[in-house]
């Protein structure tokens, strides 16, 4: 279910993907960007129909004994805490880099056309939604820490062909890999947080590391933009 539920993720990308294929070369940026209002209508509706559930309203009427995130780093907790924080920093990397930079990338590095690199990021996210379900119920009968150890170095692989695999074929082979395990692996993750603390802290403890893992998103378009600037495009996915 976690796979499932998570898989909206690379949907949303893949179809951005899809649609720049199709406008970025002959239309440009600006129609692109009218389509990212799309979403406030869901959200408009999910405000509207959608009900907070059961275990939130039991959990949020009982008085609480200490700040949750507090909690996180209880002396039974925080080991475990310290550790799937460095985690979620460093793997959470890879995410906005992907997800920001790779157009940018494969056009500025690779000489790709621009239609043909939003072709392929749409074709990524395809493979991370099969990826993220799959891994999804791969977690079932595999320990999700081991399935987490696994597809993190082979996503690592992936990213280190995209940086020095030469040819433009190997940079598609290399994002490639990177979703199908790098974003994959977010289909056995949160399960493993969550299964990680106790009920009642479970909520907070996803919301916390999922917010510190975006951090990324606010210091890695800058230094992507630069490097890429200084002809560095490499070098950012190397150290990803």
């Not at 039974?76 to 157009?103: M, N, Y």
Request: charged share 10%.
């Amino acid at each position: 279910m976690i796979g499932m539920t998570q898989a909206g993720y690379p949907i949303g990308l893949a179809l951005a993907g899809l649609l720049g294929s199709l406008i970025l070369p002959r239309y440009g940026w600006r129609p692109l960007f009218l389509f990212a209002f799309l979403p406030i209508l869901v959200i408009l509706l999910v405000m509207r129909f959608l009900r907070e559930p059961p275990v939130f309203s039991k959990a949020h009427d009982t008085p609480k004994k200490s700040v949750e995130w507090v909690r996180l780093f209880s002396e039974r907790d925080r080991k475990q805490t310290i550790t799937l924080t460095v985690f979620s920093i460093l793997e959470f990397i890879g995410i906005p880099l992907t997800g920001l930079l790779t157009v940018t990338y494969l056009v500025t590095a690779k000489h790709v056309p621009v239609g043909e690199a939003a072709l392929l990021f749409s074709l990524m996210n395809w493979v991370a939604l099969v990826a993220q379900i799959g891994t999804g119920f791969l977690s079932n009968y595999v320990p999700a820490k081991l399935i987490i150890a696994i597809w993190c170095l082979l996503g690592g692989v992936g990213l280190g062909l995209a940086a020095f695999g030469g040819n433009v074929g190997w940079a598609y082979i290399g994002l490639i890999g990177y979703a199908l395990f790098g974003n994959g692996l977010w289909g056995c993750y949160p399960r493993y947080i969550s299964e990680s603390y106790s009920t009642d802290v479970r909520a907070t403890a996803m919301s916390f590391f999922v917010a510190l893992g975006n951090t990324a998103f606010l210091w890695l378009p800058a230094v992507g933009g630069a490097l890429l600037a200084l002809g560095r495009g490499s070098m950012l996915f190397a150290g990803t």
